[in-house]
T-cell receptor, first 111, second 115 residues
Framework: GDSVTQMEGPVTLSEEAFLTINCTYTATGYPSLFWYVQYPGEGLQLLLKATKADDKGSNKGFEATYRKETTSFHLEKGSVQVSDSAVYFCALRPSYDKVIFGPGTSLSVIP | SAVISQKPSRDICQRGTSLTIQCQVDSQVTMMFWYRQQPGQSLTLIATANQGSEATYESGFVIDKFPISRPNLTFSTLTVSNMSPEDSSIYLC????????????FGPGTRLTVL
């Protein structure tokens, strides 16, 4: 069945460091891909999305490109801030179906 | 975007009791889902709430434990029955709006603690 794999955390970075969180997926057809973020004590928020191959989703300095050839959707940010500390979930959604989540990657950014 | 509210936002319950969680959306939606997030874990889909018919449950979840209702296009309930401490989780309602099939929105969640 469809599934999402993410790099294991926790990830700890210094402020202004470069961030990459790897995400790969298994799916039939052409799913939409998402990154969700969950800040401490808060609900789930959509960070960015891409709906077809080679699309780049971006928001708040984060980017991810839908790579069908490598079935990947890696999350990147050039310079992280303390306020980016959160849990990040990669997810996919097959057409007209429910979202399937990866296990999540916890990020801590230290000053 | 759809605005989703859930009641209660949190609760502490005794073992063996049941709790019903409500999900209200401010606009009509095509699909409604219920997810569970156990402590420190990812989100797992419990079921798809179908209007006017029985919910569709994922593997490992059964109707007797998690009865679901969806009487119309904007409202659904999830009941956690005969609770045990293992049911302590955040329960989230999620919807797909009429406007965009690629947009799935999540409610704020209900944080349940079972003693």
């Amino acid at each position: 069945g469809d599934s999402v794999t993410q790099m294991e955390g926790p990830v700890t970075l210094s402020e202004e460091a470069f961030l990459t969180i790897n995400c790969t997926y298994t799916a039939t057809g052409y799913p939409s891909l998402f990154w969700y973020v969950q800040y401490p004590g808060e609900g789930l928020q959509l960070l960015l999305k891409a709906t077809k191959a080679d699309d780049k989703g971006s928001n708040k300095g984060f980017e991810a490109t839908y790579r069908k050839e490598t079935t990947s959707f890696h999350l990147e940010k050039g310079s992280v801030q303390v306020s980016d500390s959160a849990v990040y979930f990669c997810a996919l959604r097959p057409s007209y179906d429910k979202v399937i989540f990866g296990p999540g990657t916890s990020l801590s950014v230290i000053p | 975007s759809a605005v989703i509210s859930q009641k209660p936002s949190r609760d502490i319950c005794q073992r063996g009791t049941s709790l019903t969680i409500q999900c209200q959306v401010d606009s009509q939606v095509t699909m409604m889902f219920w997810y569970r997030q156990q402590p420190g874990q990812s989100l797992t889909l419990i079921a798809t709430a179908n209007q006017g018919s029985e919910a569709t449950y994922e593997s490992g979840f059964v109707i007797d434990k998690f009865p679901i209702s969806r009487p119309n296009l904007t409202f659904s309930t999830l009941t956690v029955s005969n609770m045990s401490p293992e049911d302590s989780s955040i329960y989230l309602c999620s919807v797909v709006g009429l406007a965009g099939v690629n947009e799935q929105f999540f409610g704020p969640g209900t944080r349940l603690t079972v003693l």
